[in-house]
């Protein structure tokens, strides 16, 4: 028969796990609820990314994986974790990028969170943007906040 306090300690540790658990669920909230959900609205952000960066280097690998990192960011951030996306995101970044397939989208997610990860130079880009674009008054009524 198990002791009085060995329930007791296990009361403790479902308690704590409870309340680990209720912060987790606040955390997941804050960081995985999207700040912008009008996929439409891709198209527009390519034209204000183009606009912070020059016209020919958009174009390149690497500013493509930037702007796959910033709409994720944007729309689906929990992609980066399980790196599936919501729904139609995947179809308008492929459109905007002219991907062949939007499948190219999904092969791209673990690496271009790598090269966040690793890189200062993406880094700083993708931060530059984020904000510069997060700013833009084009968007200001499609913010979550």
Do not use: W
């Not at 390149?60 to 996306?85: A, D, G, R, W």
């Not at 674009?133 to 906040?145: A, E, M, Q, V």
């Amino acid at each position: 028969m198990e002791t009085i306090e060995h329930t007791l300690k296990k009361l403790y540790v479902i308690k704590k796990i409870r309340e680990d658990k209720k912060k987790l669920t606040q955390l997941e909230k804050e960081v995985i609820d999207p700040v912008l959900t009008e996929i439409e609205l891709i198209p527009e952000i390519y034209n204000m990314f183009c606009e912070i960066h020059d016209k020919k280097d958009v174009k390149s690998s690497l500013k493509q994986k930037e702007f796959i990192f910033l709409i994720l960011l944007f729309f689906s951030p929990e992609s980066l974790l399980v790196y599936k996306t919501k729904k139609g995101i995947r179809n308008k970044i492929a459109i905007v990028l002219h991907l062949k397939e939007p499948v190219q989208v999904s092969k791209r997610i673990p690496e271009v969170l790598f090269q966040y990860e690793k890189y200062q130079d993406f880094r700083d880009d993708v931060n530059l943007s984020y904000h510069c674009i997060l700013n833009d008054s084009r968007l200001c009524s499609f913010l979550k906040h």
